[in-house]
């Protein structure tokens, strides 16, 4: 019976970490068939979309996960709520950007994040159900979609905006029947919504301030080398930290999902740390194979031959190594209510990746790689200090 549920269990951890294989195998296969700079700029316009759905999504997937299932109704209800509210005060800055030169392409392109928002949140709520089919399916489907797309669709943007729209008519139907079935309503009335935005500020800038970090980056590579380059960066990212992402969609939301049950601050953190000696000995073994084999590994997936050196390949790995580091935080911090000490270390990298932007100076992949690298590795070095002083600090509060 033992061995029942044993089985069980791995396959629950298969249905989680299917979505990301289908995720990397769609972006090498769509780089194979369109070449990097296709790729790179689908990289660029998915990442300014990832900002704005963090921004709307106002983190409810996290509440969902890391509270009770018995509050995962209403968490569901209140965060659809409050994005609707946000969506609905945005639209009259919407038209004046508009009247004011925005492009309709790009205006539709950052609407559809609402499709990236709502997936999220969806998903998260089948999660914490324990429908684990639901949850892969729906993480799957986007990639899916723009595999198909782009073998009949020649742009970037036209290809997100037909993926994306779809995605968003799919969650809106699944959505109602979820509403219906449970007898939920919404309710954007101010005072409702705006408790719930004020509650989630912090986590939810948080959270954009991370991944701005990578956006930003992303962007900066495009705008001083080319989005070839910022192709090679994306696939480097994609191919060699795929092993890391395969552990993180596996084990991080039942290590969440398991801080949800604790009550104990010291217990939640010590949960995390388990994962983190994970993290890392999984990292070095990346980086191992990455020094050795790394280019020719590149040039696999790529169907490149010597786009990248293997000392750039080393430091972009290195950053995407550390920037997870610094991203998988986020849950704990949030959980454990300190999420003014990541704020501040992520806007100290935010400033650093627009010093690089705003450097005048003809730069080098080489020398961005390098930038990036130092300056991920300095946050992630005094992310580790304040790991250490909250760790000693519950472990002696929670003893008294």
């Known amino acids: 019976m033992l061995e029942i549920f044993r089985q069980i269990s791995a396959n629950k951890k298969v249905f989680i970490a299917i979505p990301l294989g289908i995720v990397f195998f769609s972006n090498i296969a769509i780089t194979q068939i369109k070449g990097l700079a296709f790729i790179g700029e689908l990289a660029v316009i998915g990442g300014f979309c990832n900002l704005v759905a963090i921004l709307i999504g106002l983190r409810t997937d996290i509440q969902i996960l890391s509270q009770s299932k018995y509050n995962a109704q209403h968490n569901l209800s209140e965060g659809i709520s409050a994005m609707l509210y946000l969506i609905l005060i945005s639209f009259p800055g919407i038209l004046l950007g508009y009247y004011l030169g925005a492009k309709i392409e790009h205006i539709i392109i950052g609407f559809l994040s609402t499709a990236i928002a709502l997936n999220e949140i969806t998903s998260s709520f089948f999660l914490r159900a324990s429908q684990f089919y639901f949850y892969s399916l729906l993480r799957s489907l986007p990639s899916i979609l723009i595999l198909l797309i782009v073998l009949y669709v020649d742009s970037p943007a036209k290809s997100w905006i037909i993926c994306y729209s779809a995605m968003l008519i799919v969650l809106t139907c699944i959505l109602y029947k979820e509403f219906k079935r ?37 962007f900066t590579v495009s705008e001083k080398v080319g989005p070839e380059a910022a192709g090679i960066w994306s696939n480097v990212i ?163």
Not at 185 to 202: D, E, G, T, V
């Open 182 to 218: 449970a007898g939920l309503s919404l309710n954007i009335s101010f005072k409702p919504a705006a408790n719930y935005i004020k509650s989630k500020i912090l986590p939810t800038l948080t959270a954009l301030l991370c991944a701005t970090g990578s956006v930003f980056w992303l």
């Open 238 to 400: 994609r191919i060699f930290s795929l092993p890391i992402m395969f552990m993180t969609a596996i084990h991080l939301p039942l290590v969440i999902l398991k801080v949800g049950n604790l009550d104990s601050s010291f217990q939640k953190i010590k949960v995390m740390h388990k994962f983190t000696y994970k993290f890392f000995l999984l990292s070095s073994l990346i980086l191992i194979i990455s020094f050795f084999w790394g280019e020719n590994i590149f040039s696999f997936f790529t169907a490149t031959d010597g786009a990248i050196s293997s000392s750039i390949l080393l430091l972009i790995v290195g950053f995407c190594i550390l920037k997870n580091f610094l991203g998988y935080h986020q849950s704990i911090f949030q959980a454990l209510e300190i999420d003014h000490i990541l704020f501040f270390i992520l806007s100290l990298e935010l400033l650093l990746a627009a010093f690089l932007y705003f450097e005048h100076a003809l730069l080098s992949l080489d020398y961005i790689s390098n930038f990036i690298f130092l300056s991920v590795l300095g946050c992630s070095l005094l992310l580790t200090f304040f790991l250490f002083k909250f760790t000693f600090k519950y472990r002696f509060s929670d003893s008294k």
